[in-house]
């Protein structure tokens, strides 16, 4: 080996250390990537065995036409892989990834959506081993019944998946048709960010059927309430919807989404009965009437006897354990209307937790020993906050704060958070797919 592995990064250093003032930041940086350039190709051809997690920016690497050439199999130990190229190398040979027998992790950014098309001509589409793999980040536009079935139908064996849909994604005719529905058994958790183009709705979720999902989250990234790039048609009943969610342990909701009210979304959390933790956005037409229909009220006198002589509740979300609440008052023009709106948010809330805490959760037989629980006391609170420095919070969290110690029981945990990446979406990929 000519070059250095640790030669070309203490070189930057020396470089650095010693140049001149006038030097700028871009000059610095440029020659950081022409030496970190370097380092991954010299580690690619050289030592690709060692190579289990890649990571690759492919803008602007030097030689491109020539970057992974090497000999099929190479990547033998890859198991995770994360890649962006940009328009420019949109037809950037990539085979040698397909006999990377171990790669089961992988996450995909194209300005081209020809890459992931398998009819593209030359085979200058991505080449992968797509059937083993488990967990997919993948882009697509638009977002139409059959798109999320053709990813499904490539990768059999996902368990985890996300579709980040952007404006320079994939064309109309970058999957072929799936005819049919496509049974997806080892699906657990789908998470899809749309932000931009036109709005997708529940007919996504038509072509596809999915026994094994247990935590589905949607972000709606629309910048104002006004607009949406997610619509939850639900003037007609979208039964396929419902019986795809059943199974639910997490849900989360992000976004404006205007068409989804408390009371819309109060019928929906009656079909998920199992589900133990709920993230929602607080701009959700309703969302005080929601969070009182979250309310346990007398679970004692709702018990009722099954025919198997097992008891139940007729309480919604009876397994609920953790809640998180996003505000996002960036979204609002007129701060003082979120306010009017949520006035009242800190005493529903913390009547809603109250109804969910240990003593107001059990039962009791006629000896007066307390028994297990009907519907499960709240171990985790959550409450989200994006916002403007220079503008008052809602809702009023030291009012809240003061409120929830007031009702505080042992093993509750309630935590306030300002980081935008720790809710929904991202807040999965950082704890989720991307961490495995």
């Excluded at 098309?117 to 139409?144: F, N």
């Excluded at 099954?306 to 139940?312: C, L, V």
Aim: charged share 20%; hydrophobic share 40%.
């Amino acid at each position: 080996m000519q070059v250095s592995l640790r030669q070309l990064p203490l070189a930057w250093v020396k470089w650095a250390r010693a140049c001149p003032d006038e030097v700028t930041r871009r000059e610095l940086q440029a020659e950081y990537d022409t030496h970190w350039r370097v380092l991954i190709q010299v580690t690619l051809v050289e030592y690709p065995e060692i190579i289990q997690d890649l990571r690759l920016y492919v803008s602007d690497v030097e030689g491109s036409e020539t970057f992974f050439d090497m000999p099929s199999g190479s990547l033998c130990n890859l198991e995770s892989l994360t890649l962006e190229i940009d328009d420019y190398n949109s037809l950037l040979p990539t085979t040698v990834f397909a006999a990377a027998h171990r790669l089961h992790r992988v996450s995909l950014g194209f300005q081209s959506g020809s890459q992931l098309d398998p009819e593209v001509p030359d085979g200058g589409a991505m080449a992968l081993p797509w059937a083993q793999l488990t967990e997919l980040i993948i882009p697509l536009k638009p977002v139409h019944p059959a798109m999320l079935s053709a990813v499904l139908y490539r990768s059999p064996n996902l368990r985890k998946l996300a579709l980040v849909v952007t404006g320079s994604a994939l064309e109309d005719n970058a999957f072929r048709f799936i005819e049919g529905p496509l049974v997806a058994p080892h699906l657990r958790e789908l998470a899809v960010c749309l932000s931009s183009g036109p709005p997708a709705n529940l007919s996504l979720f038509d072509n596809v059927v999915l026994p094994s999902l247990s935590c589905l989250i949607i972000q709606d990234a629309s910048t104002a309430l006004t607009s949406s790039f997610f619509h939850w048609n639900m003037t007609r009943t979208p039964t396929h919807f419902l019986q795809q969610i059943r199974q639910l342990r997490k849900l989360s909701l992000e976004g404006p989404m205007p068409h989804l009210t408390g009371n819309v979304l109060l019928d929906i959390l009656a079909f998920v009965p199992l589900l133990e933790e709920l993230q929602l956005d607080a701009t959700i037409p309703e969302f005080l009437l929601l969070l009182r229909g979250l309310t346990c009220h007398q679970v004692r006198n709702e018990v009722r006897q099954n025919p198997d002589n097992s008891a139940s509740t007729t309480t919604l979300l009876p397994k609920l354990s953790t809640f998180g609440v996003h505000f996002n008052e960036r979204l609002y023009v007129n701060l003082s209307q979120f306010g009017i709106e949520l006035s009242n948010f800190n005493v529903d809330f913390v009547a809603m937790m109250i109804s969910r805490s240990p003593h107001l959760t059990q039962s009791s037989d006629e000896a007066g020993a307390t028994s297990t629980p009907i519907v499960s006391y709240l171990r985790t609170v959550r409450i989200h906050i994006t916002t403007s420095w220079d503008r008052p919070g809602v809702p009023d969290i030291d009012d809240l704060s003061k409120r929830v110690e007031s009702a505080r029981w042992e093993g509750l945990d309630f935590d306030v958070s300002m980081d935008d990446f720790d809710f929904g979406f991202h807040g999965w990929m950082r704890n989720g797919i991307l961490d495995g």
